[in-house]
């Protein structure tokens, strides 16, 4: 996979045809599984400086397709116990890291569960608490 960091266009080959797309839509909050075709087309042109021939490329409608990104409001992963739910345990919204992640989400969802805490490292910024106290007004950390 190959992604162009300064416009966040981003590729890989499958087989003979090539895998495309971009930053969210500015028109993706939601649910929907639509292909925004403007947006496409505004990707393609994004990428085009990257890559000069996806210009010569053609784009096959009936083999796009759209589906949902695992986000979170804030973009960063969800990790821990619900607090109303307590047996109920986030490993979320990690969006494209998470695959990345896995192996030490992984790991520190063990951690809790075996030892009831996680203390091989700080992850108050990824506790689902933060979207409660980021509303109440108190300064919550993130990770970058």
């Known amino acids: 996979m190959t ?6 266009v981003y590729l ?4 003979d045809r090539l895998l495309f797309g971009g930053p969210p839509s500015p028109r993706s ?5 639509q292909v925004d075709w403007a947006w496409m087309e505004e990707v393609l042109r994004r990428g085009v400086p990257r890559f000069p021939w996806l210009a ?12 949902t990104y695992e986000m979170s409001p804030d973009s960063q992963g969800i990790l821990g116990p619900h607090p109303d739910v307590p047996a109920w345990f986030n490993a979320c919204g990690f969006s494209g890291h998470g695959f990345m992640q896995a192996p030490e989400i992984g790991r520190l969802v063990a951690e809790e569960v075996v030892t009831g805490q996680i203390s091989s490292v700080d992850v ?3 506790r689902i608490q933060r ?8 300064a919550v950390g993130m990770v970058v």
């Not at 010569?56 to 589906?67: F, K, Q, T, V």
């Not at 979207?131 to 108190?138: I, L, R, V």
């Open 56 to 67: 010569e490329l053609p784009l096959d409608r009936a083999a796009s397709w759209a589906g």
């Open 124 to 126: 108050t910024p990824l």
């Open 131 to 138: 979207f409660s106290q980021a509303a109440q007004g108190t």
């Open 3 to 8: 992604i162009d960091l300064s416009s966040g």
């Open 29 to 33: 909050a939601g649910y929907s599984t």
């Open 12 to 15: 890989r080959s499958e087989g």
